[in-house]
């Protein structure tokens, strides 16, 4: 044979079959099965390496037995409406018992069919979506379990590494062993994301798409809701409802196929159209009563516990009225813009700074309202500003202004304690007051004018500025701040004699507070805006309970009320009947110097409500820009239209009241020659005793008027035996 001859095959085969009859020495062998053990071996420390690694930031088996997705809070009115949420998600979280059993079945046959038989991974699953993957050519069908699923949105990223499915199926495991079946589907049914308006669970999808809660969906909706779970934003009801559909369609045949619906069923919910109506976007009410409500949970339970913890938070507030008082509100200040001709309104402002993402502060006209059960001290209603976007600063909390003419009664309170009477004399005449600077005080009215001798009820009632001084003068000043203190005012007074006409400054929520002491008998309470605050599942963390102290007689109490009345019926709030409010109640203005603050506060048996109007920077309003104009306009048009079909409620005369005839020039007991006589109330033992002394009855007067006048006087003092309303 040639070198270059190659071996024919017969020579070949003859070769190979000489090699494998060739025995194979004992130590090839070995060295064989050693090398395919050290690799098994290495491969499977690889492998181990490789689960340590991906599973060193999982979450412990401690930490998996306390899983708690984030859960909104929510702050409910006083009558149960929602009024706002808290959250980092849009999750409400509900019990599987009230979730509907088909939507429960939609969701189970469409996403995981066999959830009650696999331990966490759907081994059977995975091959079955393999092979349709590879069949088709593209990922058509995913294999993840609900649990999962689960998984995945509570401790892992989003994205589709091999890494990551790894650490999933690891942590579905580890679920299983932590939890039973139906506890991982309640997490899962509350933790699924629903995309549109950040909604994550089954209450949230529902209200978000539906404008109902879970429980109250019927199947044609529910369906729709198991399909979005898909592709949350590819099959959104709300902007594809043609594909949302055809996702329903989908679910219902997945639910024939396994025996949860009939074929007949599908059809007819499948036939059934959605009128799409998503809860509408709450109109924002209360915002700056809202802001109040966060802070104090921020302050007291923490960021985290606010937004992720769930709490239930029960407040005080009327939907009613504070939508009543915010219409009131924002109209009457329109109106005061457009006849005002200020330099800067909210419409010219709100067209400046529309795209500014920081606007300047606000430089149009202002101001505050809140409303409080004057019994219970819980606000009802506040508003404090007209736009939050544009300043979070609340003129009813935060904001101390000078309260003005609105301080008087704490004045007339102090000096009724100490003797003095609705029918006593005060001089309206020019007073001049040392200070104890160089210039003398030379207090004046706001009309200019004097009036000579005035009642003390006709003083307070016109809100007259010199008999004021003049009192303060003769009671001193320790008394009147003592008694503003003592029912509710909390800022630092000036010990000055002008404080008889409101120097110094303080809040609204003071001096409403204050007022609330003359609604309820003389009793004062404290503000209270939340009732009570749970956590989700309904085990109480905090409870409010009415605070109340008597800080003035009765009696006198009743003598302040009634004066304050008659200021509400004749005096400086007498406009109060041209806006439609007829009721028993009491109030008083409030005008500073140079008319920068503008207040009335009024109140019933039941509710005290108080106004401000002015601008944040302390300049003028206008000529004549009283708090009769520029606040009690809101207060009587809230006050009606919240009031209009609710029964009447009386103050009630206290027993120690008696009732007298007086003449109305000197204050003491009237006569026949007594030319003004009015009847007038005192605290039983205070009542004057004099007749008067100004009108004595002559030689010439007629026989018949002074029989007539004393049958008037013992009618008078009669009617002490029963509780009548007072003057009006």
């Given at each position: 044979m040639h070198?270059n001859?190659q071996?024919?095959?017969?020579n070949?085969?003859g070769l190979v079959?000489r090699?494998?009859?060739?025995?194979?020495?004992?130590?090839v062998v070995?060295g064989f099965?050693?090398a395919l053990?050290i690799?098994?071996?290495l491969?499977?420390?690889?492998?181990?390496?490789?689960?340590?690694?991906?599973s060193?930031?999982?979450p412990?088996?401690?930490?998996?037995q306390t899983?708690r997705?984030?859960?909104k809070?929510?702050?409910?009115a006083?009558?149960?409406?929602?009024l706002?949420?808290?959250?980092?998600?849009n999750r409400?979280i509900?019990p599987?018992?009230?979730i509907?059993?088909?939507?429960?079945?939609?969701?189970i046959?469409?996403?995981d069919?066999r959830?009650?038989q696999?331990y966490?991974?759907?081994?059977?699953g995975?091959l079955?979506?393999v092979?349709?993957?590879?069949?088709?050519g593209?990922?058509?069908?995913?294999a993840?379990?609900l649990?999962?699923?689960?998984?995945r949105?509570l401790f892992?990223?989003p994205?589709k590494?091999w890494?990551?499915?790894?650490r999933e199926?690891l942590l579905a495991?580890?679920?299983e062993?932590?939890?039973?079946k139906?506890e991982i589907?309640?997490m899962?049914?509350n933790?699924?994301?629903f995309?549109?308006?950040?909604?994550y669970g089954v209450?949230?999808g529902a209200?978000?798409f539906?404008g109902?809660?879970v429980a109250?969906?019927k199947?044609?909706?529910?369906?729709?809701?198991?399909g979005?779970?898909?592709?949350p934003g590819y099959y959104?009801?709300?902007?594809?409802?043609?594909?949302?559909?055809?996702r329903?369609?989908v679910?219902l045949?997945?639910m024939v196929h396994?025996?949860?619906?009939?074929a007949?069923e599908?059809d007819?919910?499948?036939?059934i159209e959605?009128?799409?109506?998503?809860?509408a976007e709450?109109?924002?009410i209360?915002?700056y009563?809202m802001?109040?409500v966060?802070?104090?949970?921020e302050k007291?339970?923490g960021v985290?516990q606010?937004?992720e913890e769930?709490?239930?938070?029960?407040?005080?507030?009327?939907?009613?009225?504070?939508r009543?008082?915010?219409?009131?509100f924002?109209a009457h200040?329109?109106k005061?813009e457009e006849?005002?001709?200020y330099e800067m309104?909210?419409?010219?402002?709100?067209s400046?700074?529309?795209?500014?993402e920081?606007k300047?502060?606000?430089t149009?006209?202002?101001?505050?309202l809140l409303?409080?059960?004057?019994?219970?001290?819980?606000?009802?209603?506040?508003?404090?500003?007209?736009d939050?976007?544009?300043?979070?600063?609340n003129?009813?909390?935060?904001?101390?202004?000078?309260p003005g003419?609105?301080?008087?009664?704490f004045l007339?309170?102090?000096a009724?304690?100490r003797?003095?009477?609705p029918?006593d004399?005060?001089l309206?005449?020019?007073v001049?007051v040392d200070?104890?600077?160089d210039?003398l005080w030379?207090?004046?009215?706001f009309d200019?004018?004097?009036?000579?001798?005035?009642t003390?009820?006709?003083?307070l009632?016109?809100?007259?500025?010199i008999?004021?001084?003049r009192l303060i003068?003769?009671i001193?000043?320790?008394?009147?701040?003592e008694?503003?203190h003592?029912m509710?005012?909390?800022?630092?007074?000036p010990?000055?004699?002008?404080?008889?006409?409101?120097?110094?400054?303080?809040s609204?929520?003071?001096?409403v507070t204050?007022?609330?002491?003359f609604a309820?008998r003389?009793i004062?309470?404290r503000?209270?805006?939340i009732?009570r605050?749970?956590?989700?599942?309904?085990e109480i963390l905090?409870?409010?309970?009415?605070?109340?102290e008597?800080?003035?007689?009765?009696?006198i109490?009743?003598l302040?009320?009634?004066m304050m009345?008659?200021?509400?019926?004749?005096?400086?709030?007498?406009?109060?009947k041209?806006?439609?409010?007829?009721?028993d109640s009491a109030?008083?203005?409030g005008?500073?110097?140079?008319?920068?603050?503008?207040?009335?506060i009024?109140?019933?048996?039941d509710m005290?409500c108080?106004?401000w109007?002015?601008f944040?920077d302390?300049?003028?309003m206008?000529?004549?820009?009283t708090g009769?104009v520029m606040?009690?306009p809101?207060?009587?048009?809230t006050?009606t239209?919240?009031w209009?079909d609710a029964?009447?409620?009386?103050f009630v005369r206290?027993?120690?009241?008696?009732?007298?005839?007086?003449?109305a020039q000197?204050g003491?007991l009237?006569?026949?020659?007594?030319p003004q006589v009015h009847?007038?109330i005192?605290?039983?033992?205070?009542?004057p005793?004099?007749r008067c002394?100004?009108?004595q009855?002559g030689?010439?007067?007629?026989h018949d008027r002074t029989?007539?006048f004393?049958a008037l006087?013992?009618?008078?003092?009669?009617?002490?035996e029963?509780?009548?309303?007072?003057?009006h």
């Amino acid at each position: 044979m040639h070198e270059n001859q190659q071996p024919t095959r017969s020579n070949s085969t003859g070769l190979v079959k000489r090699l494998l009859s060739r025995r194979i020495p004992p130590r090839v062998v070995r060295g064989f099965f050693l090398a395919l053990v050290i690799a098994i071996g290495l491969a499977a420390g690889a492998g181990w390496v490789a689960l340590r690694a991906l599973s060193r930031d999982l979450p412990s088996p401690a930490r998996l037995q306390t899983i708690r997705p984030p859960s909104k809070t929510l702050i409910f009115a006083a009558n149960g409406d929602t009024l706002h949420e808290f959250y980092t998600q849009n999750r409400v979280i509900v019990p599987l018992e009230q979730i509907p059993e088909g939507l429960i079945r939609a969701v189970i046959d469409t996403e995981d069919r066999r959830f009650y038989q696999h331990y966490g991974v759907d081994l059977g699953g995975i091959l079955r979506a393999v092979f349709v993957n590879v069949k088709q050519g593209r990922t058509a069908q995913g294999a993840s379990t609900l649990t999962q699923q689960l998984a995945r949105s509570l401790f892992l990223t989003p994205d589709k590494s091999w890494a990551r499915k790894i650490r999933e199926v690891l942590l579905a495991l580890q679920i299983e062993r932590t939890y039973t079946k139906d506890e991982i589907l309640e997490m899962y049914l509350n933790t699924i994301y629903f995309g549109h308006g950040g909604a994550y669970g089954v209450e949230s999808g529902a209200r978000t798409f539906f404008g109902r809660g879970v429980a109250e969906l019927k199947p044609e909706e529910y369906t729709m809701l198991a399909g979005i779970l898909a592709n949350p934003g590819y099959y959104s009801p709300i902007h594809h409802l043609d594909r949302a559909y055809q996702r329903r369609a989908v679910v219902l045949r997945s639910m024939v196929h396994e025996g949860d619906l009939t074929a007949a069923e599908a059809d007819s919910i499948g036939h059934i159209e959605i009128r799409i109506t998503p809860e509408a976007e709450r109109q924002r009410i209360a915002p700056y009563f809202m802001e109040t409500v966060r802070q104090y949970l921020e302050k007291n339970y923490g960021v985290e516990q606010l937004y992720e913890e769930g709490l239930r938070v029960y407040t005080t507030l009327d939907p009613r009225l504070q939508r009543i008082a915010e219409a009131n509100f924002e109209a009457h200040l329109l109106k005061r813009e457009e006849q005002g001709n200020y330099e800067m309104t909210r419409a010219r402002y709100d067209s400046l700074y529309a795209d500014s993402e920081e606007k300047p502060r606000t430089t149009y006209l202002q101001g505050a309202l809140l409303a409080m059960d004057a019994r219970t001290g819980e606000i009802r209603a506040m508003i404090g500003g007209r736009d939050f976007d544009a300043s979070h600063w609340n003129r009813a909390t935060q904001a101390k202004r000078q309260p003005g003419s609105i301080f008087k009664p704490f004045l007339y309170t102090a000096a009724i304690e100490r003797g003095w009477t609705p029918a006593d004399i005060l001089l309206d005449s020019p007073v001049e007051v040392d200070t104890g600077s160089d210039e003398l005080w030379r207090p004046v009215n706001f009309d200019e004018t004097f009036r000579g001798s005035v009642t003390v009820r006709f003083a307070l009632a016109n809100s007259i500025n010199i008999p004021a001084v003049r009192l303060i003068l003769k009671i001193g000043t320790e008394p009147v701040l003592e008694v503003a203190h003592r029912m509710g005012i909390t800022s630092k007074l000036p010990d000055v004699y002008s404080i008889a006409l409101g120097a110094g400054e303080a809040s609204l929520i003071e001096l409403v507070t204050a007022y609330s002491t003359f609604a309820d008998r003389g009793i004062r309470t404290r503000p209270i805006f939340i009732e009570r605050i749970t956590n989700n599942r309904g085990e109480i963390l905090e409870e409010s309970h009415p605070y109340q102290e008597e800080v003035l007689d009765e009696r006198i109490n009743y003598l302040m009320v009634d004066m304050m009345r008659t200021a509400l019926k004749e005096g400086t709030g007498r406009s109060a009947k041209a806006y439609g409010w007829d009721r028993d109640s009491a109030g008083k203005t409030g005008t500073t110097d140079r008319n920068t603050d503008a207040w009335f506060i009024g109140y019933t048996p039941d509710m005290v409500c108080g106004v401000w109007v002015g601008f944040d920077d302390k300049i003028s309003m206008g000529r004549r820009k009283t708090g009769a104009v520029m606040a009690l306009p809101i207060w009587a048009r809230t006050m009606t239209e919240y009031w209009a079909d609710a029964p009447e409620s009386h103050f009630v005369r206290p027993e120690g009241i008696v009732q007298r005839l007086v003449c109305a020039q000197s204050g003491q007991l009237a006569t026949a020659a007594c030319p003004q006589v009015h009847e007038e109330i005192f605290v039983e033992g205070m009542a004057p005793t004099r007749r008067c002394e100004l009108h004595q009855p002559g030689a010439d007067t007629v026989h018949d008027r002074t029989n007539d006048f004393e049958a008037l006087d013992r009618q008078s003092q009669h009617s002490d035996e029963f509780g009548g309303g007072g003057l009006h």
